[in-house]
């Protein structure tokens, strides 16, 4: 079992990140689960969405997760929650800021020891897309850092899942993805 | 047809709310009156979509509440189309006064009830306060734990409901958020296999049949109201279940997937127990399965017909087990959780009359964590040990502050 959680805030896409990885992942077979804590949360709170990635049918419908992977997409959370809660000790933290990944440490100190990884998702976000949602470039990044699939096997896919997007965007979020590949630290 | 058909992937990435939507356009329902509410809206806002987009033959009506909503299902069902709709919570309860009136006027309305809480206080999350409030409204009450089962059995809600024998409305129940926004991967049907399974919608005392004028909703008094309720009671002991089974058979040779009015797993030698309904049934499942590999005989019983309850199959289920929890995720107001009245109900006249204790949790959407469920089979296990149970017969999972037990 892989799981995963994000941190966003509401409207960044977190939600619809956590549907098209797993979306993705079911076309090679594989169980997939994705869903999020909605609450009455409204766009700008901070939230929290989940992927479970199996062999087999996933029964497991708790809440409480200790992630295998975090993805931070909202710079702030890192200071305003706690992205380490449940972590593991082999926890891998993928986190987007303007910093790098020695300056982030160095301000959030429960992130010493832990495997932290950095790209600025929002920048990346603004220049190709035009718009500060920071939920593709992720998935670009986690492409790298995991291993998971060819980036090109997992645009091709993201294509289809981004499909009922106009051409200009979803061109755009292909262009996310790849520099976020190419960029994480 | 004058509607598009729908390619699918043989398996989709959908939420509960998405599977369940595809499943009224699949069904080419007739009319949708709908006011929605969360977590239910994208049932109806996806029907409403499909038919902007020209996927279904339809009509959505706006109303401006969940009594009109169901009033106006009502109406639609009498003149003698398929028809449907979708609520939760607060909804919910607003349509009760209505939901007696679709049942006794025996119209087959299949109604997508995605469980929340009722206030106060307010709360959007699942749990099964409004599926036990309509538990006496004389609708059948289907349950699923998942996706697959909120698209597989609303299906079977239509075929069952639209029998000619039945002519009873019938609630597909999903826990909100659990399934209603968790997206899994869902086996599809084509279009045509789908509605293939359900078929034209054949109308009976339809009151656009002008050639056979009919009156619906009439007014009985003393003289014949309980014949009525009586009359139709009887249809609910007697000729659903049958009815329900036929359409799980057919569904399985058709789909490969098998239903059952109880569903039972790791129960042929188990000791012990957990008795439950939605997604805590799959949940409860994974835990059974590590308790046995620590030692513990542990099985689990899931409610998939609530209404008409099926105190047949749970005897049967039951049969051997010598410790059972029966978890209800509703507030019981002053009483035993309606799943422990049930089954002590199911039970107390048989042979072997297991150790039996109640639980309330998940209020609110609290979560069940499968180290809950780790305590509750150790503990089940421990009043096997015992010879009794050791506890008392109703307490509280997973909420904050003093322990809370009762009787």
Redesign the interface.
């Known amino acids: 079992m892989l799981e995963i959680r994000w941190h966003s805030r509401a409207g960044q896409g977190a939600v619809t990140g956590a549907k098209g990885l797993a979306d993705v992942i079911s076309t090679t077979g594989k169980e997939v689960q994705a869903f999020a804590f909605y609450g009455s949360a409204k766009r700008g709170a901070a939230m929290t969405a989940y992927n479970r990635v199996a062999e087999t049918p996933i029964m497991n419908h708790e809440k409480y997760m200790e992630p295998d992977y975090v993805f931070v997409i909202d710079p702030a959370l890192v200071y305003t929650t706690d992205v380490t809660m449940n972590a593991k000790e082999d926890t891998v933290f993928i986190i987007t800021t303007h910093m790098t990944t020695e300056e982030l440490v160095a301000s959030q100190p429960k992130l010493e020891g832990k495997t932290v990884y950095t790209l600025d998702c929002i920048k990346i976000a603004q220049e190709t897309i035009g718009r500060a949602i920071p939920n593709t470039p992720m998935l670009g990044a986690f492409m790298k850092i995991s291993e998971m699939y060819d980036i090109e096997f997992f645009k091709d896919n993201m294509k289809r899942v981004l499909g009922k997007l106009p051409q200009k965007i979803v061109d755009a979020n292909m262009l996310a993805i790849q520099r976020a590949y190419d960029e994480v630290k | 047809m004058a509607f598009d058909k729908m390619e699918l992937r043989e398996?989709e990435?959908w939420?509960g709310n998405f599977a369940a939507a595809q499943a009224l356009r699949q069904a080419q329902v007739d009319v949708v009156a709908a006011y929605p509410i969360t977590p239910s809206t994208p049932i109806v806002e996806g029907y409403a979509k499909f038919l902007a987009d020209g996927y279904v033959e339809g009509e959505f009506v706006m109303v401006e509440s969940e009594h009109a909503a169901m009033s106006g299902c009502i109406g639609a069902a009498a003149a003698g189309g398929r028809v449907a709709t979708a609520t939760s919570s607060q909804g919910f309860a607003l349509m009760v006064e209505t939901l007696y009136q679709a049942s006794g006027m025996r119209l087959p309305i299949v109604l997508n009830v995605v469980n929340r809480a009722l206030a106060a206080p307010?709360n959007?999350?699942g749990d099964h306060s409004d599926m036990y409030l309509g538990r006496d409204s004389g609708w059948i009450q289907l349950d699923s734990y998942s996706p697959q089962e909120a698209y597989d059995l609303n299906f079977i809600a239509f075929k069952v409901s639209e029998d000619h024998d039945v002519r009873l409305p019938c609630m597909v129940h999903q826990?909100g958020?659990?399934t209603s926004?968790?997206?899994?991967?869902v086996k599809t049907m084509d279009d045509d296999t789908a509605y293939g399974f359900i078929g034209d919608y054949k109308p009976m005392n339809d009151m656009l049949d002008f050639d056979h004028p009919v009156t619906h909703g009439v007014q009985t008094e003393e003289d014949w109201h309980f014949e009525h309720k009586s009359r139709q009671h009887n249809d609910l002991m007697t000729k659903v279940m049958p009815k329900v089974q036929a359409a799980f058979d057919d569904f399985e040779k058709l789909t490969g997937r098998k239903y059952n009015i109880v569903e039972s797993y790791d129960m042929d030698d188990a000791d012990v127990t957990v008795l439950c309904m939605g997604?805590?049934v799959?949940?409860a499942?994974?835990v059974a399965k590590e308790m046995r590999a620590k030692g513990i005989k542990a099985g689990v019983v899931g409610i998939r017909v609530f209404r008409p309850f099926p105190f047949e199959q749970i005897k049967e289920a039951l049969k051997g087990v010598k410790a059972i929890a029966t978890l209800d995720r509703s507030a019981p107001g002053g009483t035993v959780g309606a799943l422990f009245n049930e089954i002590a109900g199911a039970l107390y006249n048989t042979d072997d009359r297991a150790l039996l204790s109640g639980y309330i949790y998940g209020l609110g959407g609290r979560?069940?964590?499968?180290?809950h469920l780790v305590d509750l089979y150790t503990e089940l296990q421990a009043n096997v040990d015992a010879g009794k149970v050791t506890t008392p017969l109703q307490q509280f999972i997973g909420v904050r502050g003093p322990k809370l037990s009762f009787l």
């Open positions: 398996t990435v939420d307010l959007v999350n826990d958020f659990m926004h968790t997206a899994q991967g997604t805590s799959e949940t499942r994974e979560d069940l964590t499968k180290a």
